[in-house]
């Protein structure tokens, strides 16, 4: 869902310009409380890993295909402030080295691709969890849930923006149906793709799933006749829980998928991009600023093999998307640490 320069006019890209800006500020201040020596550095692996997927388009109807958005499930694995981090994180690096999504757009495409699903996928996971069991598979259930809305919602935006700021005369009611539409069956493989990436790090490691703290009940005993909470045992410290292997298997998925998979993901259109082709939105499109870029259109130039500029392309991705995002988590976590007034937080699952 990648808008690109030209679908949408300058004064209101401005104005979501703007507006992205305010919300990337509140999610700094925000990841400074969400942020740990140990999330830190698996933040800027969960933007390379998204980075990565969306690379993997998937068919979803004759001729269209669907990418994850990948907000669910960045505020569902490190937190909502941070899961918008890691979202814009990867929206900048695909406009400046790919040429994918407009710069003069970034601010509409976070605002979509970011904010939106970060808000509402969290929203419903957070409502969900209230009424379900404190169970690893009512996390998992909410994750699903919560993704597979994230989309449609985003494509809700999307189609506002336009009825404000849209440079073409093409009839909202049918941008909306179009996009909705079709992005309702996007969110199945978004929600898909959550739930399955968040179970699998629920089951190695749950304490490193920001959704899931406090997801453990405590162990009753009967005491008299009385059930009574067991003492609780000691944890163990941070520093003794390493994360080095799931981020070391998470780069390696991440490389894996970018640089080999995604060489098989759909080459149709994806759902705005069949939108715009259908409904005729993309008669103003311009080129992208950046579209002389080595690595434009995920592949690299020069390199004549199709397999291995992509390839290589996306490995670069992953490998660019992983250090700066890396650095802007740790530059928060530091501030955190500097700051007395910024206390760990914990986030209950029930």
């Known amino acids: 869902m990648h808008v690109p320069d030209g679908f949408i ?19 700094l201040r925000g990841a400074r409380r969400e942020l740990d020596e140990r999330t830190a550095p698996l ?20 001729g269209t295909s669907g990418h994850l958005l990948g907000g669910a499930l960045a505020a569902i694995l490190v937190g909502p402030y941070t899961g918008v981090l890691c979202v814009s994180v990867v929206l900048l690096m695909q406009g400046i080295l790919f040429a994918d999504g407009g710069l003069t757009a970034l601010g509409v495409n976070i605002s979509v691709m970011g904010v939106t699903t970060v808000v509402v996928a969290y929203a419903i996971f957070r409502g969900l969890l ?18 597979l809305l994230s989309v449609p919602a985003a494509a809700t935006v999307f189609t506002a923006i336009y009825a404000v700021g849209g440079t073409t005369d093409v009839p909202v009611g049918k941008v909306f149906t179009a996009m909705v539409g079709v992005h309702v069956l996007i969110g199945i493989g978004e929600a898909a793709i959550t739930a399955a990436t968040v179970g699998a790090v629920l089951a190695v ?45 998470g780069l390696v998925t991440a490389l894996v998928l970018a640089g080999f998979v995604s060489f098989y993901a759909s080459a149709s259109p994806d759902g705005l991009e069949k939108v715009a082709a259908d409904k005729g939105i993309d008669q103003k499109v311009e080129e992208h600023a950046a579209a002389g870029s080595p690595l434009a ?23 660019v998307t992983v250090v700066v995002g890396t650095g802007i988590f740790w530059t928060v976590r530091r501030r955190r640490a500097q700051d007395p007034a910024a206390t760990p ?4 699952v029930a």
């Open 9 to 27: 006019d300058a004064p209101v890209s401005i104005a979501a310009g703007v507006a992205a800006a305010g919300a990337v500020a509140i999610s």
């Open 345 to 348: 937080t914990a986030t209950p």
């Open 43 to 62: 933040a800027g692996l969960v933007a390379a890993f998204i980075f990565a997927v969306q690379m993997l388009n998937f068919p979803v109807a004759a």
């Open 130 to 147: 209230k009424v379900l069991p404190s169970t690893r598979r009512s996390v998992t259930a909410a994750a699903f849930t919560g993704a």
């Open 297 to 319: 259109d995920y592949s690299v130039k020069d390199v004549g093999d199709a397999r291995l500029s992509g390839g290589l392309a996306g490995v670069i991705g992953v490998g």
């Open 205 to 249: 490691r749950p304490d490193l799933v920001h959704g899931a703290r406090g997801l453990t009940a405590p162990l009753k005993l009967r005491v008299a006749g009385e059930l009574v909470d067991a003492p609780a045992p000691a944890a163990a410290p941070a520093a003794a829980r390493s994360t080095r292997k799931v981020w070391a298997t």
